[in-house]
């Protein structure tokens, strides 16, 4: 067997193991049901036993997954403790935003001028890969991606989201109609694996099946599949705002094709955080600061 393993596997099968579920894991990763579900099958496959006995409702762990989870989980702690030992956990006086590695990405741009009118408001960005609940990091701004039905009272909406295919500007000439999509290579995300299919089964083309289903090229985020489009290595369905944001600063990629719905949005998730007033007024700061980028985008 091929001793390299998906980390993104082995904290989505910690995830499901802990909840007891593939819904509830879907909810704290901030993936769907259905890419935690091929990445526990990924996750069999390369080990070649199965994990976790299925159930209408629930999930439970198989006595080989059972075997498993502990060394899982002592792994994901050491990795977290050695991350924070080597790069800090003080985050006095400094606001933590956490997001996925696309959206802390897509901000960048506009970080220039809110450092200009706030230069005295500290920042510190996390990603959301490694959402590890031993990490005593209290998180002031927590952005998250989720099903747009399932907003809760704790949540307030940034946005509602859109995919769209990209391939590089060269490829773009040839890319007249959905079926010339089709003819290309398929760059797939873990964790919007079924990205493609959506897309495509919008468009009604039935050529569909064969690219969603057809995985020869991964990667596990938007800004590498930003990267891999650019240099024509095949084509991505993405989120809209990573697609033109990526437009904007120079990527030579192109839309090729109409926006459709993903059904999913980013939400502002109500966090822990310090009383200290001066504190709470920095945050709010910030806050507004995110909001304007997603409502002006």
Request: with cysteine.
């Given at each position: 067997?091929?001793?390299?393993l998906?980390?993104?596997?082995?904290?989505?099968?910690?995830?499901?193991?802990?909840?007891?579920?593939?819904?509830?894991?879907a909810?704290e990763?901030g993936?769907?049901?259905?890419?935690?579900?091929?990445?526990?099958?990924?996750?069999?496959?390369?080990?070649?036993?199965?994990?976790?006995?299925?159930h209408?409702k629930?999930?439970?762990?198989?006595?080989?997954?059972?075997?498993?989870?502990?060394?899982?989980?002592?792994?994901?702690?050491?990795?977290?403790?050695?991350?924070?030992?080597?790069?800090g956990?003080d985050?006095?006086?400094?606001?933590?935003?956490?997001?996925?590695i696309?959206?802390?990405?897509?901000?960048?741009?506009?970080?220039?001028?809110?450092?200009?009118?706030?230069?005295?408001?500290?920042?510190?960005?996390?990603?959301?890969?490694?959402?590890?609940?031993?990490d005593?990091?209290?998180v002031?701004?927590d952005?998250?991606?989720?099903?747009?039905?399932?907003?809760?009272?704790?949540?307030e909406?940034?946005?509602?989201?859109y995919?769209?295919?990209?391939?590089?500007e060269?490829?773009?000439?040839?890319?007249?109609?959905?079926n010339?999509?089709?003819?290309?290579?398929?760059?797939?995300?873990?964790?919007?694996d079924?990205?493609?299919?959506?897309?495509?089964?919008?468009?009604d083309?039935?050529?569909?099946?064969?690219?969603?289903?057809?995985i020869?090229?991964?990667?596990?985020?938007?800004?590498?599949?930003?990267?891999?489009?650019?240099?024509?290595n095949?084509?991505?369905v993405?989120i809209?705002?990573?697609?033109?944001?990526?437009?904007?600063?120079?990527?030579?990629?192109?839309?090729?094709?109409?926006?459709?719905?993903?059904?999913?949005?980013?939400f502002?998730?109500?966090?822990?955080?310090?009383n200290?007033?001066?504190?709470?007024?920095?945050?709010?700061?910030?806050?507004?600061?995110?909001?304007?980028?997603?409502?002006?985008?």
């Amino acid at each position: 067997m091929d001793s390299n393993l998906n980390l993104n596997w082995l904290r989505t099968f910690e995830a499901a193991a802990r909840l007891s579920g593939f819904s509830a894991a879907a909810r704290e990763l901030g993936l769907t049901q259905v890419a935690v579900s091929q990445q526990i099958k990924s996750l069999e496959t390369k080990l070649g036993h199965d994990l976790f006995v299925r159930h209408p409702k629930k999930v439970q762990l198989t006595e080989a997954g059972k075997a498993y989870l502990p060394s899982v989980r002592e792994a994901l702690e050491k990795l977290s403790h050695a991350t924070y030992g080597l790069f800090g956990s003080d985050t006095n006086q400094t606001i933590v935003v956490r997001a996925s590695i696309a959206v802390l990405s897509w901000l960048t741009p506009g970080l220039h001028c809110f450092r200009q009118q706030h230069p005295n408001i500290k920042l510190k960005f996390v990603t959301s890969i490694w959402p590890d609940p031993i990490d005593t990091q209290k998180v002031d701004i927590d952005i998250v991606l989720m099903p747009s039905h399932k907003q809760a009272e704790s949540s307030e909406k940034l946005s509602d989201e859109y995919i769209v295919p990209i391939c590089s500007e060269q490829a773009a000439e040839n890319i007249l109609t959905p079926n010339d999509l089709c003819e290309q290579q398929a760059v797939h995300i873990v964790g919007y694996d079924d990205h493609w299919s959506l897309y495509l089964n919008h468009v009604d083309q039935g050529t569909k099946t064969n690219v969603a289903s057809s995985i020869s090229l991964q990667v596990d985020t938007s800004v590498l599949a930003c990267e891999l489009v650019a240099s024509g290595n095949g084509c991505a369905v993405l989120i809209e705002r990573f697609a033109r944001r990526s437009i904007e600063v120079g990527k030579a990629i192109r839309i090729v094709g109409e926006p459709i719905p993903l059904q999913q949005s980013h939400f502002l998730v109500k966090t822990e955080t310090g009383n200290e007033k001066s504190v709470s007024a920095e945050i709010e700061v910030v806050k507004e600061w995110i909001r304007s980028e997603f409502a002006n985008s």
